[in-house]
């Protein structure tokens, strides 16, 4: 396992690498800690700003190409930069089930699973867990 190939990208992709891995630590840390406290709180509004960095700086992000210089990744972004507003408004008029079922299905959609297909043979996160 070597750094070397996500340093050697470019800021945007490190920027949005890091930031999904931030992303996922934190976001299972609050799937696992209680809920609805100040800690809780204060660790959802981080999670939400590195959501919206990784979101956001997929759009300056075009290795694969289908439309244009985008991808149905993009398509992943538009749905988090929707859904995050969604999740805190639940939260905020306390529609609690609604939240975490919102943000829950955004950590496995967008982290879990769109995580698993940056491991694929080719990708930049593969060279860095398994090696050039």
Same mark, same amino acid.
Do not use: E, N, Y
């Given at each position: 396992?070597?750094l070397?190939?996500?340093?050697?990208?470019?800021?945007?992709?490190?920027?949005?690498?890091?930031?999904? &891995? !931030?992303? =996922?630590?934190?976001? #299972?840390?609050? %799937?696992a800690? +209680?809920?609805?406290?100040?800690?809780?709180?204060? $660790?959802?509004?981080?999670?939400v700003?590195?959501?919206?960095?990784?979101? &956001? !700086?997929? =759009?300056?992000?075009? #290795?694969?190409? %289908?439309?244009? +210089?985008?991808?149905?990744?993009?398509?992943?972004? $538009?749905?988090?930069l929707?859904?995050?507003?969604?999740?805190?408004?639940?939260?905020?008029?306390?529609?609690?089930? #609604?939240?975490?079922?919102?943000?829950?299905?955004?950590?496995?959609?967008?982290?879990? $699973?769109?995580?698993?297909?940056?491991?694929?043979?080719?990708?930049?996160?593969?060279?860095?867990?398994?090696?050039?």
């Amino acid at each position: 396992m070597t750094l070397a190939p996500l340093l050697d990208a470019s800021p945007v992709i490190q920027i949005h690498a890091f930031a999904a &891995i !931030a992303a =996922f630590a934190v976001g #299972a840390v609050q %799937l696992a800690a +209680p809920k609805g406290t100040v800690p809780h709180r204060t $660790i959802g509004w981080v999670w939400v700003v590195l959501m919206l960095a990784v979101s &956001i !700086a997929s =759009f300056f992000i075009h #290795a694969i190409r %289908l439309w244009g +210089p985008w991808s149905p990744i993009h398509l992943l972004s $538009i749905f988090v930069l929707v859904m995050l507003p969604l999740g805190v408004m639940h939260a905020r008029r306390s529609r609690i089930s #609604a939240h975490s079922r919102t943000m829950t299905l955004m950590f496995i959609g967008a982290l879990v $699973i769109a995580g698993a297909f940056t491991f694929m043979p080719g990708r930049i996160m593969h060279q860095v867990a398994f090696g050039p």
